[in-house]
Structures are given as C-alpha cells and as structure tokens.
C-alpha cells in the first residue's frame, strides 16, 4: 500500500493531466470550423484536472478500505455468488469498518460529497454541450471523445472486454490520436478499479 498522502495525490494528479491536452488544441482562429467545440474543450480541461485528482484520491481511499476489510477477515465478495441476505450482512459489516474518508469531504444534506457533485454538474452540463455540436473536423472529434471518456468514466471501472460503449469510445480516440481520461488517471496514481 502506499504512503502518499491524499493531499499529494491530489496535487499531483491535478498538475500531470496537462499531459492529456491534445496538442491541437492550441488557440485556433474564429475560422476553424470547430472553433467553439475547441473553446469548449479548453474549458473542458480544469474540471478535468479536478475529476482526475479527486478520483485518485478516491482509488486510494478503496484500495485502504479493501485491505482493512481483507485484515478483519470480510473480502470483496461479487453480488449473485451467495444468498442475497448473506451478501447484504457481508457488506453492512465491510461498510461498518471503512476509514473515515468521508469525513475530509464536506457532504450536502443527502450525505454525498460537495465537491464530487459540482464536478459531476459541472461535466454534465459542460459534456453535453460539447456534444450538442457536431464535430467537422479531428481535432472537434478530439473534444468530443475526451468529453466522453470522463463524462461515462464507469466503463473503465469494470474489466471486461464486453463493453460495446467503451470499445467504441475507445475506437474513436484512437483514431483522433488521444488516450482515454480513465487511462490516464490509472498511469497517474488514479487506477482503474476493479
């Protein structure tokens, strides 16, 4: 387990993604026929940078609470491998020793985390309207495709091969010359969970 700090994680991973921004997303001329979905990428870029430092935070969080639950004798058990009662009373005890995480995270009324939920409304609304447009050229399509690898981030959490929207996602960033956000945050310290 490392001993990073969560305070240097985040630090960290909010200043390596700049590595993630495509080049051609350098200032562009009111010309380009994809000028506003590149000024929406740029925009795209510090809710980013927030996204992958607090999901870093967040994989180390999990992996902390795995290895307390694996020391007091309570694994990672998969849904639908055991009566679902026993998997319920399983989990209530995991959920009963987890680390107090939540309590360096301000929480709104419903008990979910502030910060987590202004990026997540903040990529929403930002993510759709970059996908309201349509992409005329690569380096739009760039745009795009970044926007979608963190808007639906869930389909890295998973390995499986199976996932057709993932495949695809992936299809189209390969062909616009970029990695996927989820990809990048795993190489930073902000894993793809498993």
């Known amino acids: 387990m490392s ?46 940078r927030r996204w992958a430092a607090k999901r870093a935070v967040e994989v180390q969080w999990h992996a902390e609470w795995e290895a307390i639950c694996e020391r007091a004798g309570l694994p990672r058990i998969e849904g639908g491998t055991i009566a679902d009662d026993d998997w319920h009373a399983h989990q209530e005890k995991r959920w009963a020793i987890r680390p107090a995480h939540e309590e360096e995270d301000e929480v709104d009324e419903r008990g979910w985390s502030v910060d987590w939920m202004d990026i997540l409304e903040t990529l929403d609304t930002l993510t759709k309207e970059i996908i309201s447009r349509k992409a005329e050229t690569v380096a739009g399509l760039a745009v795009q495709a970044r926007a979608m690898t963190v808007y639906y981030a869930e389909l890295w959490d998973v390995d499986d091969d ?25 190489r930073l310290g902000g894993g793809v969970q498993s």
């Not at 990073?4 to 200043?15: D, E, I, N, Q, Y």
């Open 162 to 186: 199976n996932h057709d929207h993932r495949n695809f996602i992936e299809a189209v960033c390969a062909f616009v010359g970029i990695t996927p956000e989820p990809l990048l945050a795993a």
């Open 3 to 48: 001993k990073l700090s969560r305070r240097s994680l985040v630090t960290s991973a909010a200043t390596l993604p700049a590595l993630a921004v495509p080049a051609f997303a350098s200032a562009v001329g009111p010309d380009h026929p994809d000028a506003e979905l590149l000024r929406l990428g740029a925009r795209l870029d510090p809710i980013i």
